[in-house]
């Protein structure tokens, strides 16, 4: 099906290709917060590809939040 995690991989390579004309697709940012670790590795790199000030923006928040969240209170 298309959403299995190997097409939307592949979807994801395909937009990575397509560079900056693929800008202002926010699936690619939903993406990089996806269940499956191999999406959100190639939503990442298809972010890097496409706009790149945005992935470093984007990779900040939700490392920040993945970091606030896994934080030792004490």
């Not at 990575?16 to 202002?24: C, N, Y």
């Not at 191999?38 to 923006?57: F, G, N, Q, T």
């Amino acid at each position: 099906t298309a959403e299995s995690p190997s097409d939307r991989v592949e979807a994801l390579d395909q937009l990575a290709k397509l560079g900056e004309k693929a800008q202002g697709n926010f699936a690619i940012v939903l993406a990089m917060m996806d269940n499956t670790p191999a999406i959100r590795v190639a939503a990442a790199s298809c972010l890097e590809k496409v706009d790149p000030k945005l992935h470093k923006h984007v990779v900040t928040v939700l490392y920040d939040k993945l970091v606030r969240f896994d934080a030792d209170p004490g």
